[in-house]
Nanobody, 116 residues
Framework: QVQLVESGGGLVQPGGSLRLSCAAS????????MGWYRQAPGKERELVAA???????NYADSVKGRFTISRDNAKNTVYLQMNSLKPEDTAVYYC??????????WGQGTQVTVSS
């Protein structure tokens, strides 16, 4: 079992920045990749960014150049630095961990609202 706890969401004005954190605990040795997804009202959950255990990253086209995913293996934590935020980035952001056995774990979600 893997437990994920997110933090760092909130309300920010357009053009502002936020940093999300996701702390993993439990069977962290089994984690292969971690990522951030988001779900806006009335829309499906979508991948925002992902990072493998080897450090390879992948981003949605809509956030490339604005968001950066990183991980601190010593702290078992993944971060999502979000810059130049837009109203369309408003969503609940979920942390995800995929294990080598193919299991997927999710955090409880953190709300990000971009509004003036």
């Amino acid at each position: 079992q893997v437990q994920l706890v997110e933090s760092g969401g909130g309300l920010v004005q357009p053009g502002g920045s936020l940093r999300l954190s996701c702390a993993a605990s439990g069977s962290i040795f089994s984690i292969n990749a971690m990522g951030w997804y988001r779900q806006a009202p009335g829309k499906e959950r979508e991948l925002v960014a992902a990072i493998t255990s080897g450090g390879s990253t992948n981003y949605a086209d809509s956030v490339k150049g604005r968001f950066t995913i990183s991980r601190d293996n010593a702290k078992n934590t993944v971060y999502l630095q979000m810059n130049s935020l837009k109203p369309e980035d408003t969503a609940v952001y979920y942390c995800n961990a995929d294990t080598v056995a193919g299991q997927a774990y999710w955090g409880q979600g953190t709300q990000v609202t971009v509004s003036s």
